[in-house]
């Protein structure tokens, strides 16, 4: 089994050391979240994910989630976890008191995201969905809906789904079938079938809350027909409690390469009620509340499984001895494995990459609250482009790099890796799917640059990222233009350095998180040399190792694409 101790040393230097963020510190909602308060709550939060949710990983890959006689069990363990989750109040850490949570900020919930995410990425994804359509419903459904569906889900007691995907609509959601019929009482009766749902069935919770998109049957073909549904498992009657089951089944669970222990189910609508959230027609735009912040939140699952992965290597280079380092001092016999050279550079590129990574999620989810509350409307709106154009990015990178860094992880290993045992190559298959679900890598980056492109042009938001980073800086800006002038005339050239420009623009927005950090540890070295002394030379990994690959990204991305486009593929 993996081991983890929760990097909670590293989350309260970002919380007392990197708040000195003005907008957000002007925000009256969180003037009592005090670092004693945050810090209480994350060694809870880490006794948790260490004892409780980390031994639920090996579990649910080797017992995954199954639908036995039409009911969808979850690996051993989890519902007594699932239990112990809620009654302690994990689930209602970010919500609204109004709705019985506890109304902490992000930055504080951000923590806890990745702690789930380094212990069982499975087990989390109950929650996490929760979560997303607890606040879809928070923005965008009326005050009968909210009083009667939220109460339940922040406390835990029933739970939440994203049903986008259909078998012919996944990345282009214009395309779905599902059909959506008004009914006189003003409900409607919702028919189609979604595949691929998160936590679409299970037994942890006693009602489901699926939030559907669908068609009303007057509703224009594409995107701009699309309206959102609140469809539950079970119908609630006027007084709260459960009532008849709706007309929703499970069809089937997939088998999957990771991340077997959560439920991704088949779910067929068969005239089940429905209630539509926000306006007709405009159901994308309210999905879209739950997407954005899961896309952050995905990020963070990258994140998280790059810690795991990260500390069981660093672990595992500490106890492997083979071969003789050019330094050895030994006679006979073999060194650490740590001692090499290779090893050293893969943990520290690890390294490097996670913390840089920690402070810029940190610094997102900053931005994001200063967004949501600040009193002023420019500062607000400023906020909220940054988050808008940072949110495919984080998502993006961290998933990429989760890759990244938990194939090399299995390196470190050798052949211990490859094999099952030490449960390494499970952090592999359980990353996977992160730079696929919540739209492709690929797709965030066509986003970044086609439907982001106005927020791009201000250059002036880029420059702020990338003080001190000229040379870096130089090359984002060079690229931004060359994706200017080509989104003009080759969009075809825009396409393929997409994933190029998120990776730049990701790097240089880590960056500049690392110089943030560098400015503290300079300044408060004496204060506590040994923790200072580590940031400064991993920044210096990450300056001269990682930050670097910039410039190819660049060099070949700004090739164009006729030559691909032109291939004749037999
Ligand atoms: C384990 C798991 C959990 C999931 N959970 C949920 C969930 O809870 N709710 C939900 O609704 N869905 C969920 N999904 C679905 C997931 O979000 C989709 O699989 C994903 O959005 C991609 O859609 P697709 O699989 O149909 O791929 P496609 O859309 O068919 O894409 C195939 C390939 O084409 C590329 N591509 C597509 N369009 C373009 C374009 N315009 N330009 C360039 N390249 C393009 C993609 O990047 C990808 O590489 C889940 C999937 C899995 C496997």
């Known amino acids: 089994m993996t081991i983890y101790t929760a990097p909670v040393e590293d989350m309260m230097f970002l919380f007392e050391k990197l ?3 003005k907008n957000y510190n002007e925000l009256e909602k969180y003037k009592e979240i005090t670092p004693e308060l945050v810090k209480d709550i994350l060694e809870e939060a880490a006794k948790l994910n260490q004892n409780i949710i980390l031994p639920l990983a090996k579990s649910g890959d080797e017992n995954p989630t199954v639908l036995e006689n039409g009911i969808v069990r979850t690996p051993p363990g989890y519902k007594e976890a699932y239990n112990k989750f809620v009654e302690d109040g994990w689930q209602s850490l970010s919500c609204d008191p109004k709705y019985g949570g506890q109304g902490m900020p992000k930055t504080v919930s951000a923590f806890f995201d990745e702690m789930l995410s380094s212990a069982s990425l499975a087990f989390k994804l109950y929650s996490e969905l929760s979560i997303g359509a607890y606040n879809c419903i928070n923005h965008h459904a009326s005050d009968s809906i909210k009083k009667k569906f939220l109460p339940k889900m922040v406390e835990g007691k029933w739970s939440g789904t994203m049903c986008l995907t259909e078998a012919v609509c996944g990345t282009d959601l214009g395309l779905l079938k599902t059909k959506a019929v008004e009914q006189s009482n003003g409900t409607f009766k919702i028919s189609g079938q979604k595949i691929f749902i998160t936590s679409g069935d299970h037994n942890l919770t006693e009602n489901i809350i699926h939030l559907v998109i669908a068609r009303a049957s007057d509703s224009p073909a ?4 699309i309206s959102l549904f609140l469809v539950p498992k079970f119908i609630v009657n006027e007084d709260g409690s459960i009532g008849q089951r709706n007309g929703v089944s499970t069809g089937s669970v997939e088998s999957k390469m990771g991340i077997k222990g959560s439920a991704t189910c088949v779910l067929n609508f068969d005239n089940s009620v429905g ?17 954005n912040l899961e896309r952050i939140v995905v990020g963070i699952q990258g994140l998280g499984i790059s810690e795991i992965a990260y500390q069981n290597s660093l672990n595992y280079a500490k106890e492997r001895k083979q071969g003789k380092s050019h330094q050895s001092q030994l006679s006979e016999g073999a060194d650490f494995i740590i001692k090499h050279a290779d090893i050293r550079k893969s943990l520290l590129n690890m390294k490097s990459i996670i913390e840089g990574e920690r402070a810029l999620s940190f610094w997102l989810s900053q931005q994001t609250e200063v967004s949501l509350y600040h009193k002023d409307e420019k500062i607000k709106q400023e906020a909220s482009d940054l988050v808008s154009l940072m949110t495919p990015v984080v998502k993006s990178l961290f998933t990429d790099m989760g890759m990244e860094i938990t194939s090399d992880a299995i390196q470190i290993y050798g052949g211990y890796g490859y094999t099952k045992d030490q449960g390494i190559e499970q952090l592999y298959r359980d990353n996977r799917i992160t730079p696929i679900y919540e739209g492709t890598n690929s797709v965030q980056a066509i986003d970044l640059v086609f439907r982001k492109e106005d927020i791009l ?11 001190k980073l000229n040379k870096n800086i130089e090359i984002l800006l060079k690229f931004t233009n060359w994706i200017k002038e080509k989104m003009q005339n080759s969009k075809d050239d825009v396409s393929a350095a997409c994933n190029d420009y998120l990776k730049v623009l990701g790097l240089v927005a880590t960056a500049h998180a690392w110089v943030k950090v560098l400015e503290v540890s300079f300044n408060d070295y004496e204060k506590n040399k040994q923790f200072y002394e580590e940031k400064i030379q991993t920044a210096n990994f990450f300056f001269n190792r990682v930050l670097p690959r910039i410039e190819s990204y660049y060099l070949t991305a700004t090739t164009g694409s006729k030559y691909i486009m032109d291939f004749k593929f037999n």
């Open 19 to 21: 708040r000195n963020n």
């Open 222 to 225: 594409g995107t701009k027909g």
């Open 275 to 291: 209630y539509m959230i926000g306006p007709k027609n405009k159901g994308l735009n309210s999905m879209f509340t739950m997407m």
């Open 457 to 467: 042009i201000k250059e002036e938001k880029i420059k702020q990222f990338t003080e």
